[in-house]
């Protein structure tokens, strides 16, 4: 995983807590829970598949699975190669013609960053709930 390396925008953080929020705070893959009633459980984290180092899927809600600590920190998160269990398992949930479109996406040259534009998409994103 390479989260660390990539400073956290307020987009970031946004759409970070965006999608926990949307996914109910629980592990998509083991199920646990990570808030009950706003008390903390345990540490749910938003887990980009491709990195969130391409723009092009940085706020893909396709790309980020809501993933427990432990589970985030086994399965890791695309490779090449596309037999890790992230991978497997994101081709399971998306089927293989939206999984290949997300591929398609993670790899198209990235755009330059306008923050504002961002934060305005997350906030978009927000209102549709």
């Given at each position: 995983m390479t989260w660390?390396?990539?400073k956290r925008s307020p987009a970031d953080i946004?759409?970070?807590n965006y999608i926990r929020?949307?996914?109910k705070y629980t592990c998509e893959?083991?199920?646990k829970i990570g808030k009950i009633n706003g008390i903390t459980i345990c540490q749910?984290?938003?887990s980009h598949y491709i990195s969130r180092s391409k723009r092009t899927v940085r706020f893909d809600e396709q790309n980020v699975r809501v993933l427990c600590s432990a589970c985030h920190k086994r399965m890791g998160g695309y490779k090449r190669e596309e037999n890790g269990e992230y991978d497997l398992w994101i081709k399971e949930l998306l089927g293989q013609y939206d999984y290949?479109?997300?591929i398609i996406r993670g790899n198209l040259p990235g755009q330059k960053t306008d923050k504002k534009l961002?934060?305005?998409y997350v906030k978009q994103l927000i209102q549709k709930v």
């Open positions: 660390h390396k990539i946004l759409f970070s929020a949307k996914r893959k083991c199920g749910i984290e938003a290949r479109r997300l961002e934060l305005l």
